[in-house]
């Protein structure tokens, strides 16, 4: 059903990071985790954050940056994916400011196609990765939608994150299957139930992973992320739960 590799995106447990960097990625590994995704380097160097991954037996897959940075720095952005060995950079939103309107999000969608044009000839893959606010629609179109469509599917791809997708109402599946060829790295992250919206750890939630994990190997989907903005109790108790249910899938 799942049969795709999985990774951890640091920022679940960035609690612990901020405390004790080498002691947390050493737990993760234990946790279940080979792979993760980058959400920040806490104060070091990107070459010092990938030797302590390296020393903690965990391979980074892709690593979250800003708007900002790819659009006027794309040159930096294709340096970091090369010193982590990432093909992906992923998007992490969009400030408001920028898109009030349609034409603003037509824009941004513009400045990450020339963006992710330069980074795909650096060897990198751009990706955005949404929350809920961009299903909201616009004359009848999502705001995603929107935004992607400016971009050629070569140069930006997405990251569906598939707890935000939810909790705007719409259907995770529907969204996979809309962008098949075109969402390399899926957010595995669970919702406690509809009336809360909380967050929870895969598997025990209300979202169908036998059908997300069907649509995702339809979708050609590659990689599956897990990622739990907050958690009931300890985050890397939570991260080892995630991690024990998408091994058995």
Known sequence: MGR?????QLYTVRDHLEKDLQGTLRKVKEAGYSFVEIGGTYGLTNAAFKKLLDDAG???????TGYDDVTKNPSDVIEMTRVFGVRYAVIGGIDGRLTPDKQGWLACGEALDEAGAKLRAGGAQLCYHNHAHEFQQIDGEYKLDILMSAAEP???????????VQYAGVDPVK???????RCPLLHIKD???AASKDFAEVGRGILDWREIFSAAIVAETKWYIIEQDTCPGDSLDSAAISAAFMALQ
Do not use: C
Request: no cysteine; net charge neutral; hydrophobic share 50%.
């Open 4 to 8: 795709l590799p999985f990774a951890l």
């Open 58 to 64: 965990l391979r980074a897959i892709s690593a979250h």
């Open 154 to 164: 070569e140069n930006l791809a997405a990251q569906i994150d598939t707890f935000w």
């Open 175 to 181: 969204v996979i299957d809309k962008y098949r060829g």
């Open 191 to 193: 919702m406690k139930d």
